[in-house]
């Protein structure tokens, strides 16, 4: 079985003088990660290099400082900066706030009773959350907010909307 992985967000920062990062994150809660052993950091595309985590601490709701072992410096810290941080699946369950937009990765997408597919990204924007599936081979960007959401039911991993006509054929 191949390991998932989820994107939380990423490096934004280093901080202090022993390599200690501050990781911005969208699990929609203060958390400290210690349900992860280790965070992925993608160093080059499609590529996940695990950094074992020695502490962490929450600042706020967004972001964490974080010592990854192995990064023992301010430079060694830097070059990290900017990078996409990821979680295996298992961790991200336990850390991602249930009402957090990224907590619907992996659900199902329903369409007045017709299944559409599997959510692989949501995209926070500052109006609304975008989540993108693969519908018929293509990937479709579905608008999630008050008019299109119907229910979540987080039992069945499912996410029912009712979208407007249209909306799917510009992916068919």
């Given at each position: 079985?191949?390991?998932?992985?989820?994107?939380?967000?990423?490096?934004?920062?280093?901080?202090?003088?022993k390599g200690?990062?501050?990781?911005?994150?969208?699990?929609?809660?203060?958390?400290?990660?210690?349900?992860?052993?280790?965070?992925?950091?993608?160093?080059?595309?499609?590529?996940?290099?695990?950094?074992?985590?020695?502490?962490?601490?929450?600042?706020?709701?967004?972001?964490?400082?974080?010592?990854?072992?192995g990064i023992?410096?301010?430079?060694?810290?830097?070059?990290?900066?900017?990078?996409?941080?990821?979680?295996?699946?298992?961790?991200?369950?336990?850390?991602?706030?249930?009402?957090?937009?990224?907590?619907?990765?992996?659900?199902?997408?329903?369409?007045?009773?017709?299944?559409?597919?599997?959510?692989?990204?949501?995209?926070?924007?500052?109006?609304?959350?975008?989540?993108?599936?693969?519908?018929?081979?293509?990937?479709?960007?579905?608008?999630?907010?008050?008019?299109?959401?119907?229910?979540?039911?987080?039992?069945?991993?499912?996410?029912?909307?009712?979208?407007?006509?249209?909306?799917?054929?510009?992916?068919?």
């Open positions: 079985m191949s390991t998932s992985y989820i994107n939380i967000g990423k490096i934004v920062a280093s901080f202090g003088l200690e990062v501050i990781v911005q994150h969208a699990l929609g809660k203060k958390t400290t990660l210690k349900a992860a052993e280790a965070l992925f950091v993608e160093e080059i595309k499609g590529s996940y290099l695990p950094y074992f985590i020695e502490e962490s601490k929450a600042k706020d709701e967004t972001e964490i400082y974080v010592k990854l072992e023992d410096s301010k430079e060694a810290a830097r070059k990290l900066n900017q990078k996409q941080v990821w979680l295996q699946e298992e961790s991200f369950r336990k850390l991602a706030g249930k009402t957090a937009p990224i907590a619907l990765i992996g659900f199902t997408m329903i369409n007045e009773g017709n299944v559409l597919g599997k959510v692989e990204e949501v995209i926070e924007q500052p109006h609304q959350v975008l989540l993108m599936i693969n519908y018929k081979g293509k990937e479709a960007l579905i608008p999630l907010h008050g008019e299109t959401l119907k229910k979540i039911d987080q039992q069945k991993k499912e996410v029912h909307v009712k979208l407007p006509d249209g909306l799917l054929d510009i992916y068919a």
